[in-house]
């Protein structure tokens, strides 16, 4: 029985895997990228600020470690160098952080090989970061709508363009997008972040048909999330009225928290997922259904 390995465990097992999480500071990439570590993998968390990615970090130890909640965002208030120092030697063994802004499309390939250095080439790549400027129509600028196009849909491709190389080379890569209800139909004031959601659906499909090619192992699928409580929803879920509206458009009349998101990131992220790729899978309490 020594060398015997389950069939959940082969299939859901992260050993020995490596994900870089982008947008891993807070909300939904915060607990992918803490579900994906539960799982075995080495993560290497993304966002801009560094303190803010290193709080994220400690958080998600002690969960490993202590059984320890997570909080849904991470502050920078919250850092403490002192407690960073003394943690570090254990948690970069599994964790690393990068202060890095994805939306400078040109340095992506500079990131990549960042992040191969601390424990080689990522083999799951998760693209959460992203915003919604929220704007009428009328006011949406070329700048507003340039960036968000920028941020939520073109980084997603040059990053997985830097490291999908690598994981060819490996035999095995699965990369895992940011889609949204507005993937599929459109929301008030949501004209760039809809376009670029809209846009998310279909560069899954192509990046699948380009690289879930033979030999290569790679899968490319996108998760897309209904309302869930994080910084990106905090102008709606600062009102009442627009919550209770919410609920009860949701089959199973309640909004996300996000450790919801936490199963379909292990799932998409493991070999449970080798035949599925160019998928675009809700994770909406049934909000699409109705
Ligand atoms: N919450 C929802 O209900 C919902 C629904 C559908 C889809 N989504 C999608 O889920 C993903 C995560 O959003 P969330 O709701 O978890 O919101 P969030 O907490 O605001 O997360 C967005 C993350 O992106 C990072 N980020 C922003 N600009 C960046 C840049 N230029 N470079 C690197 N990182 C950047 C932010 O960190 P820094 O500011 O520190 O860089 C932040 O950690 C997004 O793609 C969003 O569209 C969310």
Redesign the pocket.
Known sequence: MANWTSLPEKLFSLDGHVALV??????????MAHAVLHAGANVIL????LQ??QVAAMEMYASLRDDKPMG??SYVEDFDQAKWDALAPELSKRLACIA?????LETLPELAAQAKAIFGAPDILI??????PRKPAEEVTPEIYEYTLR??LS?PFFLAQALVPDMKAQGWGHIIN?????SFRAFPNGLP?GAS?GGVAQLTRAMAEAWSTPGTGITANA???????????APLFSKPEVIRALEKQTTMRR??G?DDVQGLAIFLASHASDYITGQVIGVDGGWLAI
């Open positions: 982008t947008g891993a500071g807070s909300g939904l990439g915060k607990y993304v966002g801009r600020g803010r990615l849904h965002d890095w802004d994805v939306s400078k693209n959460a970061a992203g915003l919604n941020l939520n980084a940011f889609g949204s209800l507005q972040y959601k998760v897309a999330p209904g309302f869930f409580k994080t910084q990106l929803t909004l996300g996000c």
